[in-house]
């Protein structure tokens, strides 16, 4: 069975940093793509970023791009989502999620394996 557990969220000030984490049990990253998704009030759920089997990173959303950083410890089996410079438009609930093939072979909506998600506040 496979468990995405997201942690690291909070409250920030405009300009701050947070660093999620998604901690995996029964899927590792040879699996597949992992990914971080956001959703803010109102809005749909979005692909943000996702790393490669091999380790390349992939960041869907410019608005992202230069501000966050997706990346591995495959001996922990963590995924992180280094998030700097955060505006209050990156307020949202982030999602860590893993498909069963790797990220050049996927849609947002081939992800089949989700976490619970960690709330981010960034406050201006």
């Known amino acids: 069975q496979v468990q995405l557990v997201e942690s690291g969220g909070g409250s920030v000030q405009a300009g701050g940093s947070l660093r999620l984490s998604c901690s995996a049990s029964?899927?590792?990253?040879?699996?597949?793509?992992m990914g971080w998704f956001r959703q803010a009030p109102g809005k749909e759920r979005k692909w943000i970023a996702g790393?490669?089997?091999?380790?390349?990173?992939?960041y869907t959303d410019d608005s992202v791009k230069g501000r966050f950083t997706i990346s591995r410890d495959d001996a922990k089996n963590i995924v992180y989502l280094q998030m700097n410079n955060l505006k209050p438009e990156d307020t949202a609930m982030y999602y860590c999620?893993?498909?069963?093939?790797?990220?050049?072979?996927?849609?947002?909506?081939?992800?089949?394996?989700w976490g619970q998600g960690t709330q981010v506040t960034v406050s201006s």
């Open positions: 999620a893993a498909a069963d093939r790797d990220c050049h072979l996927v849609n947002a909506g081939d992800f089949g394996y």
């Open positions: 029964g899927y590792t990253y040879s699996n597949g793509c």
């Open positions: 790393i490669y089997i091999g380790g390349h990173k992939l």
